[in-house]
């Protein structure tokens, strides 16, 4: 039943922001999930949401071994870090693995280096990344796979989070968004008034 009312808000909440989009409204909806967080870097140092107060962010959760969603979501990110041109250096993306046993920060980092997006990998203990799944309203689960040797794969959200330069998810972006939309959606977290 959880399942079902966290798929009816997404749609709700996207529907909102697209609703704002496309009307060209100057402020787009503070949506009622996130928050700020601390995780650990793929640097291995410390980072909090906080941090990047002034900056637009991305925000997905995935892991470094998924075979299709999240390769092909930070290949998406790369053509929209492309289309922003100049505005691309005001947004983050934040990568945070579902996947704490094997993403380790050193995983996450190589990773991340055949895309060229700016992306910060993050991940945490078991407990604060699923703080961080909760507090957004996301959802993942451990598969055993005892056959492969892998031992496991994870079945997890693809929404990707947009976030204004004050912390705030102001779009919720389903995984079939286009590139077009997410840019769109970007400039306009950008033009939105941060209090």
């Not at 998810?169 to 959606?185: N, P």
Request: charged share 20%; proline share 5%; with cysteine.
């Amino acid at each position: 039943m959880q399942g079902v009312r966290l798929a009816l808000l997404r749609a709700v909440v996207s529907m909102a922001a697209l609703s704002a989009l496309s009307c060209h409204r100057a402020e787009l909806p503070i949506l009622p999930v996130g928050g700020g967080f601390t995780l650990t870097d793929h640097n291995g140092g410390r980072f909090e949401l906080s941090s990047l107060r002034g900056k637009a962010a991305l925000i997905f959760f995935g892991y470094t071994s998924c075979p299709d969603a999240c390769p092909t979501t930070l290949s998406k990110l790369a053509s929209v870090y492309r289309r922003l041109g100049d505005d691309a250096k005001q947004v983050k993306t934040l990568y945070i693995s579902v996947d704490p046993e094997r993403d380790t920060p050193a995983v996450l980092k190589a990773d991340l280096a055949s895309f060229h997006v700016d992306a910060l990998g993050l991940t945490g203990t078991k407990p604060e990344i699923d703080k961080v799944v909760a507090l957004y309203g996301a959802s993942y689960e451990i598969i055993p796979t005892p056959n492969s040797a892998a031992k496991y794969t994870v079945a997890h959200s693809t929404s990707l989070y947009g976030i204004d330069r004050a912390g705030r998810t102001r779009i919720l972006f389903s995984y079939d968004a286009t590139v077009e939309e997410i840019v769109t959606g970007l400039r306009s977290i950008l033009a939105s008034r941060v209090e």
